[in-house]
């Protein structure tokens, strides 16, 4: 599900410690740094949202079961 990135939300994720990467997901492999579901995820880690270039979008992934 996309809905559209902004500063508010980055705050607010960084005030209340919103989890909603792969990060901390239950079905992330740390090991391989993959989906266990063979999902692409590379717009679904916290790296995607914390680097320099803010995304448009926020992206949230269908399969997130919070560890």
């Known amino acids: 599900m996309d809905v559209p990135f902004n500063n508010k939300f980055d705050e607010q994720r960084k005030i ?3 989890r909603f ?4 997901c239950t079905y992330f492999d740390d090991s391989e740094q993959s989906c266990s579901h063979g999902f692409p995820n590379g717009v679904h880690r916290l790296s995607h949202y914390d680097g320099p270039a803010k995304p448009e979008t926020i992206i949230f992934c269908k399969e997130f079961d919070l560890c």
Do not use: L
Not at 21 to 24: A, D, F, P, Q
């Open 16 to 18: 209340f410690g919103f």
């Open 21 to 24: 990467t792969c990060e901390h």
